[in-house]
């Protein structure tokens, strides 16, 4: 039962241009998300967070939107940069745990 | 410097044999978690701890084990019983916020499983 879904296994943008990640989840208990950003052979880093209370947070190019009522969030980075190119993954947390989606694949092409 | 560090990196087992994964921290975090990464999938919960001498288990804890004997460390033991443990292993830890997990966890690099 995945209650955390990214559907685009993979997305491709050109550099400079606005990258748009989606995830949506199903449980309406999660009250904090986060991206992670994850390189070939490395772990996951944290990237950015919202609270269940805000519908957007933003950290320079990131910004990070929340939909409730769709239970939908969306990560986007502008201007991308060829050094965005990695897998993102889409988080959700109530009080016991913390769920993950499966990943987007973000290139960047010069 | 500060981190989370697990070894090995890369492991292969034959069927039937246990095999045990480190993780240690120097973070002074409370919270200590594992999670399995297979293609197509999210990161899945195996076994958490939130404190020295106690542990939860996650969504797939069967044929797994975990210990808890010190904060810094959190071993991995994959058992045979364990029916696909090929996969990609990710200990992660954090400080502990009360009772809830609502802040970011800081992961290791690793290690990957194959079973031959």
């Known amino acids: 039962d995945q209650q955390v879904k990214q559907n685009s296994p993979s997305l491709s943008v050109q550099e400079g241009r606005i990258s748009i990640l989606n995830c949506d989840y199903t449980n309406s208990m999660f009250d904090y998300f986060l991206w992670y950003k994850k390189y070939p052979a490395e772990g996951p880093t944290f990237l950015i967070s919202i609270s269940s209370i805000k519908d957007k947070n933003e950290d320079g190019r990131f910004t990070v939107f929340l939909n409730k009522s769709a239970k939908h969030l969306s990560l986007h980075i502008v201007p991308s940069q060829p050094g965005d190119s990695a897998v993102y993954f889409c988080?959700?947390?109530?009080?016991?745990?913390?769920?993950f989606g499966a990943g987007t694949r973000l290139t960047v092409k010069p | 410097d500060g981190g989370i560090t697990q070894s090995p990196k890369y492991l292969f087992r034959k069927e039937g044999q246990n095999v045990t994964l480190s993780c240690e921290q120097n973070l002074n975090h409370d919270a200590m978690y594992w999670y399995r990464q297979d293609p197509g999938q999210g990161l899945r919960l195996i076994y958490y701890?939130?404190?020295?001498?106690?542990?939860q288990k996650g969504d797939i804890a069967e044929g797994y084990s975990v210990s808890r004997e010190k904060k810094e460390s959190f071993p991995l033991t994959v058992t045979s019983a364990q029916k696909n443990p090929t996969a990609f292993y990710l200990c992660?830890?954090?400080?502990?916020?009360?009772?809830?997990?609502?802040?970011?966890?800081?992961f290791g690099e690793g290690s990957r499983l194959t079973v031959l």
């Open positions: 992660a830890s954090s400080p502990n916020l009360g009772t809830s997990i609502t802040g970011e966890l800081f």
């Open positions: 701890s939130q404190i020295v001498n106690d542990f």
């Open positions: 988080a959700a947390s109530d009080n016991n745990d913390m769920r």
